[in-house]
């Protein structure tokens, strides 16, 4: 079956970008000019996603906004001229058919992506993290979805890491099937460094299959009291075959302070419009730098 929906968990507080994020979702933080919530949708229907399922949380309204039309602001940038500039943003509305679910419990992000299971349906689809971006020609998520076709099965996108920082996420266990491709057998979340079993880590997103929303509704809560999707794709792993996909691109986690600040100078280098002046600039100051 293809897969044409994707779910986005962006229920969380974004305490890492606090104060910053006291009103602004932390979704809604720009990349240069576009919300990084933005990028992600963007990558999804380049991808073949039809439907976007973005989870949200009280105070999370402007995200909603983002994605719908506002006819005063296209009226006045039509009015002035800026044709091009209305059509960019009236653009954004018809990337694809949105639909907003509210989390209104703070249980956890396997809790936020049960929450779109009547959106979902008896469908796989897509899952990707509202603040994890990937650069990359095809797109991450169009590089799993390839695998998923080829197997029907559950899908991670995993990146190696240096053992000591590989132990901050969760890891799989399994054996190389095809380059850069992984039959997953285990999960292990945050294991401990010398009980770790590979340097794999599953970052950025999933393609997976309706039968997980059966794991999350047994999952108990763990830590936090909150429920997690890693401890139900682990039992999704254990029942049917999964694999995991060392995806090519260059990834940002925009949720860190410092690689935040690295997508917005990269991505702002890549426009003509900006990066001639922006690594003219860098050059200035990297010599007046200690």
């Known amino acids: 079956m293809k897969v044409r929906k994707a779910v986005i968990p962006a229920a969380g507080l974004g305490t890492r970008f606090l104060p910053a994020t006291k009103v602004v979702p932390k979704e809604m933080l720009p990349v240069v000019d576009k919300p990084v919530i933005q990028y992600i949708v963007e990558e999804a229907v380049a991808s ?24 005063e602001l296209e009226h006045r940038l039509a009015e002035t001229g ?23 419990e703070p249980l956890g992000n396997g809790h936020a992506v049960l929450c779109a299971r009547d959106v979902v349906g008896n469908e796989p689809f ?22 998923y076709e080829r197997f029907e099965a559950p899908v991670a996108a995993v990146q190696p890491f240096p053992p000591q920082e590989a ?10 099937v095809d380059a850069r491709l992984w ?10 460094l010398e009980a770790l079993p590979s340097t794999l880590a599953v970052v950025k997103e999933y393609v997976l299959t309706p ?15 909150e429920i997690w999707l890693a401890d139900a794709v682990r039992a999704l792993a254990a029942e049917r ?6 995806f090519q691109g260059k990834r940002y986690d925009v949720g860190n302070k410092l690689e935040f600040l690295y997508a917005n100078v990269e991505l702002a280098l890549q426009r003509p419009d900006l990066g001639p002046q922006l690594a003219a600039y860098l050059k200035r100051l990297a010599t007046t730098l200690p």
């Not at 991450?140 to 979805?145: E, H, I, T, Y």
């Not at 039959?183 to 401990?192: A, G, M, S």
């Not at 075959?241 to 060392?246: I, K, N, S, T």
């Open 48 to 71: 073949g996603i039809e439907q976007i399922i973005i989870v949200t949380s009280l105070g999370k309204r402007s995200l909603e906004d983002h994605f719908d039309y506002h006819y």
């Open 82 to 104: 800026k044709t091009a500039l209305r059509d960019e943003v009236r653009a954004i509305a018809d990337l694809a058919e949105f639909v907003f679910v509210r989390q209104k």
């Open 126 to 147: 897509a899952m990707l993290w509202g603040d994890d971006l990937v650069v990359a020609e095809p797109p991450c998520l169009r590089q799993l979805l390839d695998v």
């Open 167 to 176: 132990t901050k996420y969760g890891v799989i266990a399994g054996e190389q």
């Open 183 to 192: 039959r997953v057998r285990d999960l292990v979340e945050k294991p401990k």
């Open 211 to 225: 039968d997980v929303f059966d794991h999350l509704e047994r999952t108990q809560r763990g830590v936090g009291g």
């Open 241 to 246: 075959p999964m694999y995991a996909l060392e």
